[in-house]
């Protein structure tokens, strides 16, 4: 942290002495900050105000992390397009890629990237052809694409996770998932463990996953997840003294990453809870089903429930726009 004050006092002083193009190297840094994107977004929008129009594509990418926005930062991205800027396509696709309904455009976006020689776009086409039913072989096409343009961490995971779900290539996966670990992709160990945990006999290499996910993950969300899935392995395991050690500490992870801090009694009560659902199969397969039909409703919801927050906002500080014609 402090180094990137140190930064940020640097930019500021060279802006002060007049180069504009510290603009946009300081809505980089502020975006990479926790809490600092409306700063990153005014700082990229000075940027565009002095012509530098690589500054559309840091809007965009500011935006299109703010549930709600994601119109504002398709128009951001598609202004950087206007521009030249090819990485804005890649942009596009993302933010169309997220809304439901909208996976074709998202996948011509995608592709007008690569036509521009951005080989992030092959990942993209990958991820919106694999959540389409029957297009698993154009998927697993375009992964491999992503790989042989040496987009190795995230495509090898992104390819294991789709071979994951065909019956009879559990082999295929596990190769895949591995060459994104060695590729760096340190998430990728909660997906093997997952894989693992699947087949029988390998309990002991899926528990072994879970912990170096737990230990090396790239994110609290992932190293979450593998603390919960180790709980589930272990229960079924019948080790209930080490599988209530795994739900407390996903417990514990869980409260801290939604800052919502439980109470001891409270995440004890939350282990024990946990630990009797994970020793009944047919229990924990519907939790399983009702939390994922929650999280989808949930993820339909978010933007919606953004913009009627912003609208009312706009009409509470008095800045509605009367429509054309209107007294």
Request: hydrophobic share 40%; proline share 3%.
């Amino acid at each position: 942290m402090e180094g990137a004050l140190e930064q940020e006092a640097g930019y500021r002083e060279a802006i002060a002495a007049g180069n504009t193009d510290a603009w946009n190297s300081l809505g980089m840094l502020l975006a990479k900050l926790p809490g600092r994107e409306v700063e990153a977004e005014a700082a990229y929008r000075e940027a565009i105000a002095a012509d530098i129009s690589d500054g559309w594509l840091g809007v965009g990418t500011v935006l299109a992390g703010q549930p709600g926005r994601e119109v504002e930062a398709e128009a951001a991205y598609r202004e950087a397009i206007a521009a030249d800027i090819s990485d804005g396509w890649h942009g596009v696709g993302n933010v169309l890629a997220g809304q439901p309904g909208r996976e074709v455009e998202a996948e011509a976006a995608y592709r007008e990237a690569i036509a521009a020689d951005i080989s992030d776009g092959w990942l993209g086409v990958g991820t919106v052809l694999a959540g389409q039913p029957g297009r698993e072989v154009e998927a697993e096409a375009a992964y491999r694409e992503a790989i042989a343009a040496g987009e190795d961490e995230h495509a090898h995971r992104s390819l294991g996770m789709l071979l994951s779900k065909q019956p009879g290539r559990e082999a295929e996966a596990e190769a895949a998932y591995r060459e994104a670990i060695a590729a760096g992709n340190t998430d990728a160990w909660n997906s093997l463990g997952l894989l693992l945990a699947k087949l029988p006999g390998r309990e002991v290499e899926a528990e072994a996953a879970y912990r170096e996910a737990i230990a090396c993950a790239a994110t609290d969300r992932i190293r979450e997840a593998a603390a919960e899935n180790h709980g589930y392995l272990l229960a079924r395991l019948g080790d209930l003294v080490g599988a209530r050690a795994a739900f407390e500490r996903y417990a514990r992870a869980r409260s801290g990453r939604m800052g919502c801090e439980l109470t001891d009694s409270q995440i004890a009560m939350a282990t024990r809870f946990k630990t009797a659902v994970a020793r009944r199969p047919r229990a924990l397969r519907l939790m399983r089903w009702v939390g994922r039909l929650a999280s989808a409703l949930w993820s339909r919801w978010q933007p919606t429930r953004h913009r009627i927050r912003r609208e009312l906002d706009r009409r509470s500080s008095g800045r509605t726009h009367p429509k054309s014609g209107s007294p």
